[in-house]
């Protein structure tokens, strides 16, 4: 089995500050893990990935995440935000041994505040 | 371009009527998906389909229906038997199941 859990429902930061949105999974394989970022009334589109390569892993808009075995945890940053970076962010996982497909997080809504 | 395409962007239904969602992808993807969002939520998994002509019931299948006659596309059937069928439908595809989803859209439907 596996669940991701998104720590925070909703984030709230100043443009210009540091964006932290916080990821918890649970595995029973080894995962793949993956960001998605949703804008309002739109589909979802891929951040970035972790397919057990580097640990840290870059994204596009500037975003990475940082995948810590230990702390089964795969958080997302970023250094600055944007105006342009308010969305729903969703954490998901997959496991290919076990067979399973996506599991979602329940999601993180970023605002951005001028 | 390569990528998924969702039709109507926006769709009103009687209550009672069954409607048909349209998803077309031209990523020559093996895999496809749809979900059901709701206002404030994640993502809820209707119906999947691994390869054509093969579909499997997710986590909220009742009251939708599927097929998959071709590999480009996967069109969802809401029927009267949905009891809440006013929510954003997305449709996803995929090279296998366990890889990274993409995403169509969206469509919102909308019961008067």
């Known amino acids: 089995a596996q669940s991701v859990t998104q720590l925070d429902s909703h984030v709230s930061v100043s443009e210009g500050t540091p964006v932290l949105l916080r990821c918890n999974y649970s595995s029973s394989y080894s995962p793949s893990l993956f960001w998605y970022v949703q804008h309002p009334n739109k589909g979802l589109q891929l951040l970035l990935k972790?397919?057990?390569?580097?640990?840290l892993v870059k994204g596009i808009n500037g975003f990475e995440a940082e995948f810590k075995k230990s702390e089964t945890s795969f958080h997302l940053t970023k250094p600055s935000a944007h105006m342009s970076d308010a969305a729903e962010y969703f954490c998901v996982v997959s496991a290919y041994n076990a067979g399973n497909m996506l599991t979602f997080g329940g999601g993180t809504r970023l605002m951005v505040k001028p | 371009d390569g990528g998924i395409t969702q039709s109507p962007k926006y769709l009103f239904r009687k209550e009672g009527q069954n409607v048909t969602l349209s998803c077309e992808q031209n990523l020559n993807h093996d895999a496809m998906y749809w979900y059901r969002q709701d206002p404030g939520q994640g993502l809820r998994l209707i119906y999947y389909s691994q390869i054509v002509n093969d579909f499997q019931k997710g986590d909220i299948a009742e009251g939708y229906s599927v097929s998959r006659e071709k590999k480009e596309s996967f069109p969802l059937t809401v029927t009267s038997a949905q009891k809440n069928p006013t929510a954003f439908y997305l449709c996803?595809?995929?090279?296998?199941?366990?890889?990274?989803?993409?995403f169509g859209p969206g469509t919102r439907l909308t019961v008067l």
């Open positions: 972790y397919t057990s390569a580097a640990t």
């Open positions: 996803a595809s995929s090279i296998a199941t366990h890889n990274e989803q993409f």
